[in-house]
Structure formats: structure tokens, C-alpha cells
């Protein structure tokens, strides 16, 4: 049986900074709905699940392109925890607006991570570069409505 299309080395490793992002947006948005406390609790906690489920399912998909395009994802924790680039965020309790600001900024750290890699993905395999879109506009909506409930008008 052949192997079909196989990805490069830069593929790989475009595609490996996006699983990390994501796999870490699903660890922060879990952390943050666990501790999160004060007035607009109930529609942020419900708001942050909606954020862990998209990241799981992008994390799964990429890693699923990647086997696809026979590439190895690597979704260790010590990877995860040693190259995400979301800041990191309190182990703590944490108000709904810190909350906000956090999982704002985690959302915007892997969309910018996506955005970062998309076009030596697309060069070399726009299926793959398909996905990151998709991933952007339903992350970018997410930060909207999450941002919108702390920003004046």
C-alpha cells in the first residue's frame, strides 16, 4: 500500500505549533471555568466550555491531518507545557473580569499562532491550511463574545 501525500519537516512543525496551542487553549479554558467567580459567572463558565470544546476538537483534528499526511503530532503534557505560546494564567480563584482578559488572550496567542503558520501551511498543502481557517474564524468569534462582555461602550 502507498503512503500518499507525506508532509515536510516545515509542515510538521507548523502543524505541531498549532496542536500545542490548541491543546493548551482546552487546559486554560478548563482552569479558568473550574475558578472562575462574580457577577457574570454563569454565561462566561457556560462561554469557556464552548471554547474547550472547539479547542479539543481542533486538537484532534490537526492531529488526526497530521497522521493523515503521515506526520507524528506529539500531545505529551511536558510538550505541551514546554512550548505553548498562551501565557500562562492563575491558579486561582480569578474575578470574571480577569477571566475574561485571560481567555481572551489565550484565544488570540493560538489564533495568532494559526495565523503565524498558515501560510507556509497553505504553500505546501492547503487542505491542512483549510482547517486552520476554519479554526480562526470559530476562535475569533469566541474572543468577541467573550471579550464583549467586559468592554464599554
Known amino acids: 500500500m502507498t503512503k500518499g501525500f507525506s508532509g515536510s519537516t516545515v509542515l510538521s512543525e507548523s502543524l505541531q505549533k498549532v496542536l500545542t496551542d490548541v491543546t493548551a487553549l482546552s487546559l486554560v479554558g478548563k482552569q479558568l471555568h473550574w475558578n472562575v467567580v462574580g457577577v ?15 479547542a479539543r476538537a481542533a486538537s484532534d ?23 505553548t505560546s498562551l501565557p500562562a494564567v492563575k491558579e486561582t480563584i480569578v474575578s470574571t473580569e480577569e477571566a475574561v482578559v485571560a481567555a481572551v488572550a489565550a484565544i488570540n ?7 503565524q503558520v498558515h501560510e507556509k501551511v497553505d504553500a505546501e498543502d492547503p487542505a491542512s491550511a483549510d482547517i486552520l481557517l476554519d479554526y480562526v474564524r470559530q476562535l475569533e468569534q469566541q474572543a468577541w463574545f467573550i471579550g464583549s462582555s467586559i468592554d464599554k461602550a
Open 109 to 115: 496567542a493560538t489564533v495568532g499562532t494559526m495565523r
Open 40 to 54: 457574570g459567572f454563569r454565561g462566561l463558565h457556560l462561554y469557556l466550555d464552548e471554547v474547550v470544546a472547539i
Open 61 to 83: 483534528e490537526v492531529a488526526e491531518r497530521m497522521r493523515a499526511i503521515n506526520l507524528i503530532p506529539d500531545g505529551r503534557p511536558q510538550t505541551i507545557g514546554e512550548l
